[in-house]
């Protein structure tokens, strides 16, 4: 079994910056890809960033140049540092563990972030 477990949301006004971090402890398979994930009030989730154990990364388009994710393989934690931050980027943020396509863990608690002025 996988625990994931999010921190580092908050409110902040447009345009400021939040770095969100995740602890991924248990049965953890490798090589495997550590996601961001964000889910609005009213809307699915989505994968918003992406990076692999080799560091390849991924983003989607509306967060690119603005979003930089990143891990630290041996402890099993990834980050995603948030600047330039819109209104539309407001949702509840989680992470998860991918193998071949599948996810690893069950959802955690995720971590708020509301950006407002």
């Known amino acids: 079994q996988v625990q994931l477990v999010e921190s580092g949301g908050g409110l902040v006004q447009p345009g400021g910056s939040l770095r969100l971090s995740c602890a991924a402890s248990?049965?953890?398979?490798?090589?495997?890809?550590m996601v961001w994930y964000r889910q609005a009030p009213g809307k699915q989730r989505e994968s918003v960033a992406g990076i692999s154990s080799a560091g390849r990364v991924s983003y989607v388009d509306s967060v690119k140049g603005r979003f930089t994710i990143s891990r630290d393989n041996p402890k099993n934690t990834v980050h995603l540092q948030m600047n330039s931050l819109k209104p539309e980027d407001t949702a509840v943020y989680y992470c998860?563990?991918?193998?071949?396509?599948?996810?690893?863990?069950?959802w955690g608690q995720g971590t708020q972030v509301t950006v407002s002025s």
């Open positions: 248990g049965r953890i398979f490798s090589p495997n890809t």
């Open positions: 998860n563990v991918e193998v071949d396509g599948a996810l690893l863990g069950p």
